[in-house]
């Protein structure tokens, strides 16, 4: 749900039956399913990875997708995030970390903040999580985690879960 109101691409393979309903049901997203309605050209799956952990896609794609089903660019100065200019180096803090993890603890991901580029270098498993193609750290300047309810759906054979 947030993504509605910008008339948003929303990029997903598959989920559950509530929350397919929800993105079937609604114009205020466009629903960029990859196993449904043709919306798989977007998607590229890797030879080298087992499904379901081997879907990707790309900026390219997605700019694609925009121009095919006509999404307009949002600018509305009133909505979305301030950025401020980079602190000075001599006052960025030396060091932060942050893990998590979602549902198996020996699967954590987690980001080390680098005083240098004032950005977070992404961690997998406690090791350097890399681009497949670049080779390269990924990093990114902002990070949000955020943290949900969830609970077991009564019933479903598939054992998913509700998040709320």
Do not use: C
Not at 79 to 94: S, V
Request: charged share 25%; hydrophobic share 35%.
């Amino acid at each position: 749900q947030w993504a509605m109101g910008f008339h948003a691409l929303y990029g997903h393979a598959g989920g559950s039956p509530q929350g397919l309903e929800l993105v079937e049901s609604t114009n205020e997203l466009i629903n960029l399913d990859a196993l449904h309605k043709g919306a798989g050209k977007y998607y590229a799956r890797a030879a080298d990875r087992d499904a379901p952990h081997n879907l990707y896609t790309s900026s390219q794609q997605l700019a694609r997708a925009a121009a095919d089903f006509s999404v307009a660019e949002f600018v509305d100065p009133t909505i979305g995030f301030l950025f401020k200019t980079d602190a000075a180096e001599n006052l960025r803090p030396q060091q932060q970390a942050l893990n998590y993890y979602f549902i198996y603890k020996e699967d954590d991901a987690g980001w080390i903040y680098d005083r240098t580029t004032n950005g977070y270098l992404r961690l997998r498993r406690g090791k350097a999580a890399r681009d497949a193609e670049s080779g390269k750290q990924l990093w990114t300047k902002n990070v949000v985690v955020m943290e949900v309810t969830e609970q077991r759906i009564a019933d479903d054979p598939k054992g998913r879960i509700e998040q709320a």
